[in-house]
């Protein structure tokens, strides 16, 4: 890498590496930290541009910025678009075959980056291998994993402290996306980052548009959602059964490509479809939540759950992976009760120490399934944010529901469970308070029970969602036979203590058509068309997925300006001196062509 972008103010810079002429959010005040030497903790959304604000300095700072990320996928994606920006940067991870050579370039200052695990960081060979080459920046990507509070905790981030104590002149960046009151102040006090030195860009992605509905026919409700979605798109599953089911049917069904990703495939068949998936266009992959960290893939439509993530945060952070280039996209959550019934069931597996946080985990998560109100205003608060009432882009924003004040019938049902012996499932239990004549009511006397028949045909249709949202609430649980127990509020609200609101689907299911996520690409323009075919080809011959080349936003630009010259064509943001030489030409033919 020249030295150019060292003499130049930040912002020359940015443009000179990456294309761009402003700088996102906060980015700026991190890169002014780092670049003034500070430690720094970062809390930005998901497609902020985390990774700018320390491959930015790494250019501009003497030395090598050695980067502690996660997973092996994230670090050889990340390297990809460094080095499509010109940035020289190198992996040191178990699948990499030219160690020496990495390690021979490093000590002698020819690098920028250094991406390593922090299994590998914590070993006593690195630390001396930091002894003996020039290092500007300790970079800790993912860094809610050092923290016990955070929801994907990692042992070998603890060691990270004493590595870095070791080299008390080099600033350190640490990176999140996810990350509450509780899990940040953890996070500066494991990694040695002073309090003043927090700053939080915000967590709303305003362009991912937030659906939950309850999961009534998952493989129907996804087809639907793949009919109107032709983007890249993710679909969770919470089983391999699942995800390997839902992948075949999906793909039958709709004739798109659809492959599964889950730990029991063979490790060269999860490579294999991880990379068909970074490279299509079009590619569904249904996985389990063992995908995704390491894929930073911008182009992703749609996020769907087929069941209940395993908390908020988990839930921002995969639903995050949709729209990092910063078009449309769309999040789908899909529940049942059996969800949170079974998640429950798990916390008792959980260590004592953290059942008390998982379990307030899982109580907001149904919060959020259960609201009336905005689902990103829910979000937001659940981060510590103080959001508008409404976004006017997620389900009940965009057409309201309704609420109705159903205490009284929770009670009825409540009670019903009780006075039957908490043993039965809601068939049953839905027959006894209609009134039903069912033989085994009468051969077990029920029909004389005080809930017999006390719901009337104007309460009864309610009976199955109030069901679910007691079960979603926690007020019911199942038996490991399948029969409805009483447990959390229960009694509370037998007592008319505590008070339960339904959520009604909204009256009419209006018949919007909402312009596709990712729609805002031009439909039948030849030359955007010939420039995503001429993208597909110089990424196959590069090795690289499409969107290394160029975002989708960048050919939008090119198609609609139609730049003539390298200077016109270098003035749209994306295109950085590296890209402009080595795509330049090829791109303004195909202008020139059509």
């Known amino acids: 890498m020249s030295l150019l972008e060292q003499t130049l103010p930040p912002l020359e810079a940015l443009h000179a590496t990456f294309g761009f002429s402003a700088f996102r959010g906060k980015q700026a005040d991190v890169v002014e930290r780092v670049l003034a030497g500070c430690s720094t903790l970062a809390v930005m959304p998901t497609g902020a541009g985390k990774s700018l604000t320390y491959q930015l300095p790494s250019v501009m ?18 390297l990809r678009s460094a080095e499509a920006n010109g940035i020289r940067a190198a992996t040191l991870t178990s699948a990499d075959s030219n160690r020496e050579e990495t ?51 990692r042992p070998d981030y603890r060691a990270l402290r004493p590595l870095m104590d070791a080299f008390p002149d080099i600033p350190r960046l640490a990176l999140t996306a996810t990350a509450d009151a509780q899990t940040r102040a953890d996070i500066l006090g494991q990694l040695g980052i002073p309090e003043d030195g927090l700053i939080i860009a915000g967590f709303d992605r305003p362009n991912i548009r937030y659906m939950i509905r309850h999961r009534e026919n998952a493989l129907r409700q996804l087809r639907g959602l793949l009919d109107e979605q032709p983007g890249p798109g993710i679909v969770y599953a919470q089983t391999r059964k699942k995800v390997e089911e839902l992948a075949e049917k999906l793909s039958a069904a709709t004739g798109r490509p659809v492959l599964p990703y889950h730990a029991g495939l063979p490790p060269e068949v999860r490579a294999a479809n991880q990379a068909a998936f970074v490279a299509s266009e079009d590619m569904v992959m249904v996985a389990t939540v063992a995908f995704g960290m390491g894929i930073d893939k911008p182009d992703v439509r749609f996020v769907a759950h087929a069941g209940i993530p395993k908390s908020i945060e988990a839930y921002y952070q995969e639903t995050g992976r949709a729209g990092r280039d910063g078009d449309d996209a769309i999040a789908v959550m899909l529940w049942a009760a059996a969800d949170f019934a079974l998640a429950r069931k798990r916390l008792e597996e959980v260590e004592e120490g953290r059942r008390a946080g998982e379990r307030t985990r899982l109580e907001a998560l149904s919060s959020l399934v259960e609201t009336h109100e905005c689902r990103r205003a829910r979000l937001l608060r659940h981060f510590g944010e103080d959001p508008p009432a409404g976004c006017g882009n997620c389900d009940n924003c965009l057409e309201a529901p309704g609420v109705a004040d159903a205490t009284t019938t929770a009670q009825k049902l409540l009670s019903a469970v009780y006075r039957t012996g908490q043993s039965f499932g809601f068939g049953y239990l839905e027959k006894v308070l209609t009134g039903s004549a069912d033989e085994r009511i009468l051969q077990r006397g029920h029909d004389r029970l005080s809930v017999f028949g006390i719901v009337d045909s104007e309460e009864a249709p309610l009976l199955r969602q109030l069901s679910r949202a007691l079960q979603a609430r926690g007020s019911l649980v199942t038996s490991e036979h399948g029969g409805l127990m009483l447990a959390g509020d229960a009694r509370a609200i037998l007592k008319g203590d505590a008070s339960v609101q339904l959520v009604l689907a909204p009256k009419s299911e209006r018949k919007r058509r909402r312009e596709r996520a990712g729609g805002v690409n031009p439909v039948g323009d030849p030359l955007f068309e010939a420039l995503r075919a001429l993208r597909r080809e110089l990424a196959a011959e590069a090795g690289v997925p499409p969107y290394v080349i160029f975002h989708d936003a960048v050919l939008r630009d090119m198609a609609a300006n139609r730049p003539a010259t390298s200077s016109q064509l270098g003035a749209i943001n994306g295109v950085g001196a590296r890209k402009l030489e080595a795509y330049g030409p090829a791109f303004l033919a195909v202008i020139r062509q059509h």
């Open 61 to 78: 700072l003497e030395g090598t910025c050695v980067v502690i990320s996660p997973l092996i996928a994230l670090m050889h994606d990340q």
């Open 103 to 153: 390690i021979e370039r490093f000590r002698a200052g020819e690098l920028d980056l250094l991406y390593a695990a922090p299994e590998r960081a914590s070993q006593g060979h690195f630390r001396e291998l930091l002894s003996n080459a020039p290092v500007c920046l300790f970079a800790i990507d993912e860094a809610h994993c050092v923290s016990e509070w955070g929801h994907d905790f």
